[in-house]
T-cell receptor
Framework: GENVEQHPSTLSVQEGDSAVIKCTYSDSASNYFPWYKQELGKRPQLIIDIRSNVGEKKDQRIAVTLNKTAKHFSLHITETQPEDSAVYFCAASMTGNQFYFGTGTSLTVIP | DSGVTQTPKHLITATGQRVTLRCSPRSGDLSVYWYQQSLDQGLQFLIQYYNGEERAKGNILERFSAQQFPDLHSELNLSSLELGDSALYFC?????????????FGDGTRLSIL
């Protein structure tokens, strides 16, 4: 089955700096890649997603890039703010029947 | 509010017992997914249902079972509970089992085994 690896496991940045989280996947058939943000004790919330026919997608301060050849995709957060502090999960799916999640990145934005 | 409703929010029980977790998907969503999240752990996929039928199965223990009813709500049954079953259980729903649709998560049920 699919295997999704996520790095780094923890990340600390100064407020205003950029943060980048990278995920790699193993199955080239995967074609949908969502990112979720989870605050402590709360539900994961979808923040951005990308499909395999697109190389990059942006939504305000958040962007996701996909490299199908290398089988990796990355989350980019610019101008980080303290409220961006959370755990971020990447995921990959090929049919929508099963989503394979990364192990999460704990992001801390230092004011 | 994601539109996905999970009950109860908290559940405290003892080892050996059986519990049922309930999930109502967003209006119009046909797929329901169940996940287990242990302390400081990632999301472990358990099982998916689409329009009443099981579609995919992950690392779900034999002591656990689930079903999706005609009104599309789903229940996750956990039996012979062990201390290690203490976790946050999330339900998510999406629009369709065909192709890829974003999942929307409920607020979870926190299960504590004493």
């Amino acid at each position: 089955g699919e295997n999704v690896e996520q790095h780094p496991s923890t990340l600390s940045v100064q407020e205003g700096d950029s943060a980048v989280i990278k995920c790699t996947y193993s199955d080239s058939a995967s074609n949908y890649f969502p990112w979720y943000k989870q605050e402590l004790g709360k539900r994961p919330q979808l923040i951005i997603d990308i499909r395999s026919n697109v190389g990059e997608k942006k939504d305000q301060r958040i962007a996701v890039t996909l490299n199908k050849t290398a089988k990796h995709f990355s989350l980019h957060i610019t101008e980080t703010q303290p409220e961006d502090s959370a755990v971020y999960f990447c995921a990959a799916s090929m049919t929508g029947n099963q989503f394979y999640f990364g192990t999460g990145t704990s992001l801390t934005v230092i004011p | 509010d994601s539109g996905v409703t999970q009950t109860p929010k908290h559940l405290i029980t003892a080892t050996g017992q059986r519990v049922t977790l309930r999930c109502s998907p967003r209006s119009g969503d046909l797929s329901v997914y169940w996940y287990q999240q242990s302390l400081d752990q990632g999301l472990q996929f358990l099982i998916q249902y689409y329009n009443g039928e099981e579609r995919a199965k992950g690392n779900i223990l034999e002591r656990f079972s689930a079903q999706q009813f005609p009104d599309l709500h789903s229940e996750l049954n956990l039996s012979s509970l062990e201390l290690g079953d203490s976790a946050l259980y999330f339900c998510a729903s999406s629009g369709s089992g065909v192709g890829n649709q974003p999942q929307h998560f409920g607020d979870g049920t926190r299960l504590s085994i004493l």
